[in-house]
């Protein structure tokens, strides 16, 4: 992160980080740096990578700091990973070093994967390290993000400065943010995209960036308030919850916007809970492997904003392909593909990079299904995989959640597959909602009006204070379909 390191050793002196230990200079924040930098590279090498707890704190900063100064590649991890993730993030990426607080780097057994340094750093936390693996092994990679794992083994996506740069230019330029707006970052900073939009783009912005490090939506609401932040970006589930949790209307009418994104979404709920906080809600698409590729615009009506995930930032391609990968004309439903400046470098895969798979014309197959209107707007349907196969029937998830969703009463939806002996699949419905009435009959009635085919009801309805959610706060698809198995079963009680 050398570029991110030149601009603030340039700027004047000022409050860049406000987190639970306080404030934090600028000027603190870059002597805490080049110290890490030093203590560092004595014992690994020049171009380290540091595989670094990432908590949203003023020591993730620092870590920041650090691999520009030391012109090496930040690893991010967890605090609540295992210690089997942590050792699968070690054999994908065999850093050179590592930190972490205490408790996380004892039950990691992290001095058995490297020599634990006799002297703490960042104020106590620990630090094992050994001479570095060769520099320049990512490429111009400079952060290494692990994705969530919530269909399997976390891979850690490797992007580079430009591209983080690009992401945050395009962001700021499409909210209307200035330079010295302060910034929330509610989201875990362990992601590629919750580094580069947490993180980055704050301090590329020049204002103060406003941590929260650990998820409570009164808190937000309250921090977000208090240090007059102009934006944040999170998960539609924390967005809804802090709406839920504002003590009063219009909490949020200082803000220019709030991007959500990473999760279902349903255009009635997002509504209601930017109205309540009094700001405007900005949908976007994006991926670890191709940062925040398209968003909505504040100037933009609720139906465009709230109803369709915006359009591509300037320099970024995303089209609609069919099964054999020819482009779709706009208006027709397929396979999104997506090239731009954002796109990773690669996969770290046994100490390595393994370079994108991409199409001949260098595109990016996202695993998602997109409509890319005549207009440029883009609308994502679902995942390709998102099915549930009942009775050799295809039943298309992301189209019975959103009829589920269009109830008046039916706050937040999740529709998944149960096993079942006869047809091989049924489908089920977790639902959040105030209304203790609502069940499976009234559903039913509901989705025969929106005219969805009798054959893709949901067989049951499961009322429950809160959809189940992976550790950076996004929908565990996973979880869910456990919990509404053991529901269906009479093993656990509804909510």
């Known amino acids: 992160m050398k570029e991110l390191v030149a601009d603030l050793r340039s700027r004047d002196d000022a409050v860049v980080v406000l987190d639970n230990d306080g404030s934090h200079r600028l000027s603190e924040i870059l002597a805490a740096g080049q110290e890490l930098a030093g203590r560092i590279e004595r014992v690994t090498g020049p171009g380290a990578t540091l595989l670094l707890q990432a908590d949203n704190t003023w020591r993730t900063v620092v870590g920041m700091v650090a691999a520009g100064q030391l012109g090496g590649t930040l690893a991010l991890i967890n605090r609540h990973s295992t210690r089997q993730e942590f050792e699968a993030a070690c054999e994908d990426i065999v850093p050179d070093a590592v930190i972490a607080a205490p408790p996380s780097f004892s039950d990691w057994n992290a001095a058995s994967y490297r020599p634990e340094i006799a002297a703490g750093v960042l104020d106590g936390w620990r630090f094992a390290g050994a001479e570095g693996q060769p520099s320049g092994r990512w490429g111009d990679g400079v952060v290494i993000g692990l994705t969530s794992g919530s269909t399997g083994r976390a891979k850690g996506v490797v992007?580079?400065?430009?591209?983080?740069?690009y992401a945050c230019r395009a962001t700021i330029e499409a909210v209307g943010l200035t330079a010295g707006d302060a910034v929330?970052?509610?989201?875990?900073?362990?992601?590629?995209?919750?580094?580069?939009?947490?993180?980055?783009l704050p301090l590329l912005l020049g204002g103060r960036m406003v941590l929260l490090d650990q998820w409570d939506p009164a808190e937000a609401v309250r921090l977000l308030t208090e240090h007059q932040a102009r934006w944040t970006m999170c998960v539609p589930t924390m967005a809804l919850q802090m709406s839920a949790a504002a003590p009063e209307e219009g909490m949020l009418a200082a803000m220019t916007a709030l991007t959500v994104g990473g999760g279902p979404m349903d255009a009635g709920a997002l509504g209601r809970a930017e109205r309540r906080l009094g700001t405007r809600f900005l949908r976007v698409f994006g991926m670890s492997e191709c940062l925040g590729h398209t968003t909505s615009l504040p100037a933009d009506g609720e139906d465009i904003r709230l109803g369709t995930d915006g359009t591509p930032f300037a320099g970024t391609v995303l089209r609609a392909v069919d099964e054999s990968g020819s482009p779709l004309p706009a208006g027709e439903i397929g396979r999104a593909q997506v090239r731009g400046p954002s796109l990773f470098t690669g996969y770290a895969r046994g100490g390595s990079l393994a370079r994108p798979e991409l199409t001949p014309d260098g595109f990016l197959p996202t695993g998602d299904l997109v409509e890319v209107r005549p207009d440029g707007r883009v609308a994502v349907k679902g995942r390709e995989k998102d099915i549930i196969i009942r009775g050799g029937r295809n039943i298309d998830i992301a189209e019975v959640e959103n009829a589920v969703a269009h109830h008046p009463q039916v706050d937040q939806v999740c529709v998944v597959a149960v096993p079942d002996e006869l047809l091989g699949e049924r489908v089920a419905a977790l639902v959040v909602t105030s209304a203790e009435s609502l069940g499976l009959s009234e559903i039913q009635d509901h989705l025969r009006q929106e005219g969805l085919m009798k054959g893709k009801w949901p067989e049951y309805v499961f009322r429950v204070d809160a959809l189940p959610q992976n550790r950076v706060g996004k929908l565990s698809r996973r979880d869910a379909a456990e919990l509404a198995q053991r529901l269906r079963d009479g093993t656990v009680v509804p909510g």
């Not at 992007?159 to 983080?164: D, R, V, Y």
């Open 159 to 165: 992007q580079s400065e430009g591209a983080l740069r």
């Open 184 to 200: 929330g970052a509610m989201v875990p900073l362990s992601s590629a995209a919750a580094i580069c939009f947490g993180a980055y």
